[in-house]
């Protein structure tokens, strides 16, 4: 393991512009954690910036409280703004620029040849020395529009971090440990090596632990776990402080709410589902449905799919969703799905363009198949 601790650090040495991209899909273990490496990065003078994987993914403001929050999807702004063409450097003897009203002119000197607009292509992003990849299972998964992919994946270096087997990404560093539970674990052994644990990496490790074990209720809660969130309180986190952060008081409207939700909750196939609908949800209320459905998974007996459909307005767009969490040992099979799968195959996501009624027939059929 000290090998890849030691590559892990020369890429960091060497690397001045930084970008940290980390598994924004109902898994927010992977926020908490990068912010602890954003941290880390910004104690070393780094210029860094930190993205979601998808940038149309809500941020549940509830960890607002942990260091650097509100840097989420800032580009860093001392980093240059790269505008790239696809013209032979062969074939360029000189570049100049106007400024006008309307924006920037860049004027190509002595081509060899004659170049049609519809035969030039332009690519525009910051470009990074690093790319980090945390919880990032797939570069084809990264759907965050505030940088360009071209750009982005033709950067130096790639420090890819992960405990999912099914990772393929290739970086010029990869810790990829499939025998821990969380991502926590991976973030603490990089920075635990450098010496750099301290109030601040420590809080949002212990709030990232918080995150994945459910404040430890669920099945991740290991040995290990409970010894690494002794260490970090030993360096500064305060459990209880996260905690009532992440359980500050809820209006009373939302609370009705969610006893609302729970009136509606349905159970089928022999018990072994529990669902309700929602009418109208926006994206910002999102995060609350999780958190009920959170609840739900730690105390319904034998109930081994929750699901929760729901209308959203996606880019003006009427949508039906269905969100579907798995419990009791049970996974998901994206190809029977025929959806998006995130958390470990624990959480499936089903968007259609039909009428909500159409959707629940349609997933409950589905899952009839699946149990």
């Known amino acids: 393991m000290v090998e890849i601790y030691e590559k892990v650090k020369k890429t960091i040495d060497e690397s001045q512009n930084i970008a940290i991209i980390f598994n924004s899909n109902f898994e927010d273990e992977y926020l908490c954690a990068a912010l602890a490496y954003f941290v880390y990065l910004k104690k070393n003078k780094k210029n860094v910036a ?22 989420i999807n800032k580009p860093e702004r001392e980093q240059d703004y790269v505008v790239k063409i696809n013209i032979p450097k062969e074939s360029i003897k000189k570049i100049k620029y106007k400024t ?18 519809i035969e030039l292509k332009a690519v525009c992003g910051f470009e990074y020395d690093c790319v980090i990849y945390i919880g990032i299972q797939d570069e084809k998964y990264i759907q965050n529009q505030l940088f360009n992919k071209d750009i982005l994946l033709s950067t130096k270096s790639v420090l890819n971090f992960d405990y999912n087997k099914n990772n393929v990404i290739k970086g010029t560093a990869n810790y990829i440990d499939t025998a821990t539970n969380s991502i926590a674990e991976i973030i603490y052994k990089i920075l635990d090596h450098e010496n750099s644990i301290n109030t601040d990496t420590a809080t949002c490790l212990l709030t990232s632990i918080i995150a994945r074990t459910n404040y430890f209720r669920n099945q991740y809660v290991s040995a290990n776990i409970l010894k690494l969130s002794a260490t970090l309180m030993q360096h500064g986190a305060n ?10 008081p809820r209006e009373i409207k939302l609370i009705q709410e969610w006893g609302q939700h729970l009136l509606n909750l349905q159970s089928s196939h022999n018990n072994q589902v529990a669902w309700f609908q929602v009418n109208s949800v926006s994206q910002n209320h999102e995060p609350y449905i999780i958190e009920l459905v959170d609840e739900l998974i730690v105390t319904a007996k034998g109930v081994k799919i929750i699901v929760v459909f729901y209308e959203i307005i996606y880019n003006n767009i009427n949508k039906s969703c269905a969100l579907l969490f798995a419990n009791n040992g049970f996974s998901f099979n994206k190809t029977a799905i025929a959806g998006e799968c ?30």
């Open 100 to 117: 006008d009203d309307n924006g920037v002119k860049f004027i190509i000197s002595h081509l060899t040849q004659h170049l049609k607009s």
């Open 239 to 248: 459990k209880e402080h996260i905690i009532n952060k992440l359980h500050e």
């Open 342 to 371: 995130f958390a470990n195959n624990k959480v499936a996501k089903v968007t259609s363009e039909t009428k909500i009624e159409e959707l629940t027939t349609k997933v409950l059929d589905m899952i009839g198949k699946l149990i």
């Open 50 to 71: 930190i993205f979601t994987s998808n940038n149309q993914a809500t941020i549940n403001n509830k960890f607002s409280f942990l260091p650097h929050f509100s840097d």
